[in-house]
C-alpha cells in the first residue's frame, strides 16, 4: 500500500507559528523532502525532531520527483516542505503534488503559515476577490507583458518581490496601473522587524528610491476600478502595442498581449498596427 505525502507549511519568520500538527507530522513519517536541507534543519533542530531528508527543490524536480515517489510507492510516508510558507504554492512542489496524484499516491495538505494570505489579511485594501501573481519575470521585456495582461483587473492582486528589485518592480507598477494606485508593501512578515506601509505605487516608488529596501516583500496592490477597466481607445491599444514593440516584441505578440489585456479584437488590433507601419514607413520615404 503506498504511503502518504503530507504538504506541510513552516514558518516564515517566527517559529512560535509552527502548530502542534504541523510539529507532530514531521516526527511521524519516514523522510521529509526539503526545499534546502540546511534550512531546514534548523527547524527540526528547535523541535527536536531527527528525521532523515532528501532535496527537493526548482532544479531537481523531475529526478527528485521520481525518487520521492518510488519511496512513497513503497509505502513510506513523506512531509513535504519548503524554507519558508506553505509548499506547492509558488512553489515547484506542485510537480510533486501533480506526479502523485497521477499516481495514486494520497496528498494531505497541513494549514498554516502563508505569505500571501497574512500579507492580504492585514493590508487593508478588499479581500473578497483576489488574485496571486508571484514573482514578476527579471526580464524587463516579460515583466511588461505580464503587467500588461493586468492593466484592467479588478481583483486585488498579490506580488512576491525580492529587495533588489523592488524599486524596478515599483517603477513598472507605478506606469502600468498609475501613480495613484493604492498598494500595502509588507515587508519581514511576522519577523522582528515586520512593516506594512499603506501609500500609492507613486509614493511608494519615490520612497524606496531614497530608501533602500531591505528584506522580503509581498506586495498587495488595489484592482482596477470600473472606470480604469473600461476599453482604451484604438489609438491608446496601439501606443500601447508600440511600446511593447520597442521592448522587443514581435507585432504579433504585442497585438495578442495587448488585445487581451483590453478586450480589443486582435484582428482589428493587428491590421491598425500593420497600416500604421506603413503609413510609418512612407513618411520616411
Known sequence: MAGILYLVPTPIGNLGDISQRMADTLAAVDFIAAEDTRVSLKLLNHLGIKKPMVSYYRHNTEAGGQAVLGRLLAGESCALVTDAGTPAVSDPGEDLVRLCAASGVEVVAIPGPCALVTALSVSGLPTGRFT???FLAMNKKNR???LEELAGERRT???YEAPHKLTAT?????EAFGPDRRISLCRELTKLHEEVRRTTLGEASAWY????PRGEFVLVVEGATQE?????TLEEALERVERLRQEGLSLKDACRQVAKATGLPKNELYGQAVEQSRDRLNEGN
Do not use: S, V
Open 144 to 146: 511588461r507583458a505580464h
Open 132 to 134: 496571486f501573481e508571484g
Open 209 to 212: 528610491q531614497e530608501n533602500p
Open 157 to 159: 492582486m498579490i506580488f
Open 170 to 174: 515599483l517603477a513598472d507598477l507605478a
Open 228 to 232: 480604469d477597466a473600461e476599453l482604451p
